[in-house]
């Protein structure tokens, strides 16, 4: 070969292992303009042979690679993630300025942002978890037990979720984290997780909670304009109607939820048949998720008001303290730290005064409820001598809230 052409230095099969000339053909795939999908921090995607993807990786290339080797590895072995991206190899060349190229299926749908009217129905947050509810009970049938494998995607953000009008399908894998809890069931040892990405009893990591973080609030924020480094606006500012708007999407995402709540209560509770020292676990956790869904259902229009601005405090905690602990940022501008620490002073005396009540009212379900949205408060670290590392990032003294957003 020439000096000046690409030379392939590794080939890296992840599904399957293709030709050299084929993968010389990706890379000339990426070379054409007109064939840019997109580009994003850690490289650009071509459209390739219209049912492929090939992504110019700039960093992270391996840890992408990783992630979809063992996310196909569990595919094969029984996990299904609908058409989800999935990888067919990746490889190396003798380029500078690339870490590498991964290729990989093509993904039908659209963005949040790109459907015809930007509201979501009822049937795209029912694709949603569907999907999630796929990746958070992955379970591989394994000499006869159900060894449960859980993937978290740690950008489910509205771009990585791709709709149509019959399922939701995920890409761009390379945060994925795949977590095996039989440790935690065979061993008696206490999960911990990475960031407080706990469901709603508490117990495991999910990616219904990894949703409401990276996609709800950014997509709320969208639908009402209100993003807080806008001369630090309120959402006050903003249309009664919009925000009457927003309530009703908020409704049925928790419609939603409610479903996928009592489907992962009967998942949790079958797979519990086939656990050891993790049965009686599972099927506690198994009646709490049904106490929740049937909370948080009603009709979909009716729920209780406090049940209501309980989901709404609870998901507005957690992306605070996940933005505050992982990127130290807003949107467009760094988090206000006495905002978020008020905020979870606020919401937690709202969640003892609520269990208060309950008791009084001898509530079974609301004991437990707010019990457990008390504990998922108590997870969060303390942030009361955060430093922001970035001290170029402009601080926004008012960063607008769900329950702001929303009537």
Same mark, same amino acid.
């Given at each position: ?129 569907? &999907? ?19 993937? &978290? ?113 009967? &998942? ?26 049937? &909370? ?112």
């Amino acid at each position: 070969m020439k000096n000046n052409e690409t030379e392939i230095t590794e080939i890296i099969p992840i599904s399957r292992k293709i030709g050299k000339k084929e993968v010389l053909n990706a890379v000339r795939t990426t070379q054409n303009k007109e064939n840019l999908l997109g580009s994003g921090a850690s490289g650009d995607v071509y459209i390739f042979r219209k049912k492929y993807v090939v992504k110019r990786t700039h960093k992270n290339f391996n840890k992408e690679v990783k992630a979809l080797i063992n996310l196909d590895n569990a595919i094969k072995e029984g996990l299904d993630i609908g058409n989800s991206q999935r990888g067919i190899c990746a490889f190396k060349t003798n380029e500078d300025d690339v870490q590498g190229y991964i290729v990989s299926t093509y993904v039908e749908g659209r963005n949040v942002f790109n459907l015809p009217d930007i509201y979501m129905t009822q049937k795209h947050f029912d694709n949603i978890f569907d &999907l999630l509810l796929k990746m958070d009970l992955g379970t591989i049938q394994k000499n006869n037990l159900e060894i449960l494998y859980i993937f &978290l995607h740690y950008d489910l953000s509205p771009i990585n979720l791709l709709l149509t009008d019959k399922e939701a399908n995920l890409v761009d894998f390379e945060t994925l984290e795949k977590e095996n809890l039989d440790i935690y069931f065979f061993k008696r040892q206490i999960y911990s997780c990475k960031h407080n990405i706990y469901d709603d009893t508490v117990t495991f990591p999910c990616n219904m909670r990894l949703f409401e973080i990276c996609f709800l609030w950014l997509y709320f924020v969208h639908l009402t304009h209100s993003c807080g480094e806008a001369n630090n606006q309120h959402c006050e500012d903003y249309s009664i109607e919009k925000r009457k708007k927003v309530g009703e999407i908020f409704n049925k995402y928790l419609l939603a939820k409610s479903k996928y709540l009592q489907k992962q209560s009967e &998942l949790h509770f079958k797979i519990a048949n086939h656990q050891g020292l993790g049965r009686e676990l599972l099927k506690r956790v198994s009646k709490e998720e049904s106490i929740h869904s049937k &909370l948080i259902s009603f009709d979909g229009i009716n729920i209780p008001d406090d049940i209501r601005f309980s989901e709404m405090y609870k998901i507005q905690l957690a992306n605070f303290y996940f933005q505050v602990e992982v990127r130290s940022t807003g949107t467009k501008a760094g988090f206000n730290i006495e905002q978020v620490i008020d905020y979870r002073k606020e919401k937690e005396e709202f969640y003892v005064k609520q269990l208060e009540n309950s008791k009084k009212q001898n509530d079974k379900d609301r004991i437990l409820y707010y019990t457990n949205c008390i504990k998922f408060v108590n997870k969060f670290i303390d942030i009361s001598n955060f430093e922001i590392k970035d001290k170029s990032i402009p601080i926004c003294k008012h960063i607008p809230t769900l329950d702001e957003m929303i009537l």
